[in-house]
């Protein structure tokens, strides 16, 4: 019965701290689209003659890979933006390296 409990209250906690995860990469991903450039990736994305980031991402047309290439090399009129991103007091004080400040932006927009 006692390992019983140990072992429920383990997994309880490991789903709480994964919640807690995914929280705070979403939180992280909305200040980077919020924030980055000054003035936010949504000066440039949410108006319409421009992509629409998260019309994309839910249609399946902007798979991750391609997303952090953008990120990371630029496309047409998007400026490399990886740099950027990393500058983020938010990133910093996660502790993200670039896959997971990619990873977090991403997500941001999946459930955006």
Do not use: W
């Amino acid at each position: 019965m006692k390992k019983s409990l140990i072992t429920i209250a383990g997994i309880a906690l490991i789903a709480l701290s994964g919640q807690a995860f995914a929280d705070e990469q979403i939180e992280v991903g909305k200040k980077i689209y919020e924030r980055a450039f000054g003035r936010g990736c949504g000066t440039c994305h949410d108006i319409a003659s421009n992509p629409q980031l998260t019309a994309l991402i839910k249609a399946g047309q902007l798979d991750r890979a391609k997303f952090e290439v953008t990120l990371k090399e630029g496309k047409g009129g998007m400026p490399k933006a990886i740099a950027e991103i990393m500058k983020q007091p938010s990133v910093a004080k996660a502790g993200y390296g670039e896959d997971q400040a990619v990873d977090a932006l991403y997500k941001y927009l999946e459930t955006k």
